[in-house]
């Protein structure tokens, strides 16, 4: 049995449905991140899963019981929020015990349990200080162990580290990662930041207009995406605009690439092929290019610290690579390249052309 279940969740407000029936079961100990961009219903699903809000239909079954109508102070899970809501008049040990306290444990209990989290959190030299005299990655850390004093069956976390810098979010994503594993706690993580949820989830749903568009694995996620909005919002994509050739193939206006997505499609018919970066080579032109290359010349390259990012365009055909940037260093812009897709290339998507997604900016959402 499944340790929390989300049962055809289905929430509107208004005209606007936020969520249209989304079905995710989480195992005991598992770590489920929501991904998606702004407004696809993620925070939506945590908050009812939460109790701060109610569903117009569908359950939420946690150890095979219905809490769907329980008030949230006794769902027993722990919450951690974007903006840490601490108590500003409350030192990090208050701020963590408070909990402790509201359930009238002993003194003593209290701070022992404490004492513990906030060694757990690193923040065992700080117990005295107040929210101000803390950085935002330190209170993040006192919210953290303040959700989990009351030892809750599940732990839920709402953007946590949005708000912080990019080093510090690497760390503190880290740091959270470690401990959920040390506790063993079921956890479900909302964000819309691909890297962190691939980073640290057992499994990763990726939501968008109120629905789950697929549920996986981090590594199921990135290279065999199910819809062309994952495949997109996911990583970076090649949009290569092309006809059908004939079974197995795909013509990208004279270049003729294999794509196993299109076996069984007509001759002739449009669609669009999705393909990742890191499954295009990009070397020196030097004589005729190899079948399935493209000629062309560098228009761009975007230094990403050890890979570097080349654009190749010939005419209205263009391709993205990413390279190791040692291998990108002799690919100066205006160089004559050849790009090419080693055999081992993985087939990630083929299209018909009215199934086209929108151009998606997982920066940006």
Known sequence: ??????????????????????????????????????????????????????????????????????????????????????????????????????????????KARVGELLELVGLGHA??????????????????????????????????????????????REEIRRIQLELGITTLYVTHDQEEALSISDRVAVMWNGKIEQIGSPAEMYGSPATPFVAEFIGTM????????????????GLRLPVDAARGLPRGERVLCLL????????????APPEGGLTGDVVSKIFLGAVTRVRVEDGDRNLVADLSTSRAAPLAV????????????????ALTEDALPPVLDPDNP
């Open 334 to 349: 205006g160089t004559r390249v050849v790009a090419s897709f080693p055999s081992s290339s993985p087939r990630l998507l």
């Open 238 to 253: 090649n949009r290569l605009t092309a006809t059908v050739a004939d079974d197995g193939a795909i013509d990208y206006d």
């Open 127 to 172: 117990t005295k200080r107040y929210p101000h005299q803390l950085s935002g990655g330190m209170q993040q850390r006192v919210a953290l162990a303040r959700a989990l004093a009351i030892e809750p069956k599940v732990l839920l976390l709402d953007e946590p580290l949005s708000a912080l810098d990019a080093k510090v979010r690497v760390q503190l």
């Open 1 to 110: 049995m499944p340790h929390v279940e989300l049962r055809e969740l289905y929430r509107a407000f208004g005209p606007v449905i936020a969520l249209q029936g989304i079905d995710l079961a989480l195992e005991t100990g598992e770590f489920v991140s929501l991904l998606g961009p702004s407004g696809c219903g993620k925070t939506t699903a945590l908050r009812l899963v939460a109790g701060f809000d109610q569903p117009d239909s569908g359950r939420i079954v946690v150890d095979g019981k219905d809490i769907t109508r329980t008030p949230p102070n006794k769902r027993d899970m722990g919450m951690v929020f974007q903006a840490y809501s601490l108590f500003p008049n409350m030192t990090a040990e208050q701020n963590v015990e408070y909990g402790l306290r509201i359930r009238r444990q002993a003194k003593a209990d209290r």
């Open 276 to 287: 990742r970066p890191e499954t295009v080579d990009v070397a020196v032109a030097d004589g």
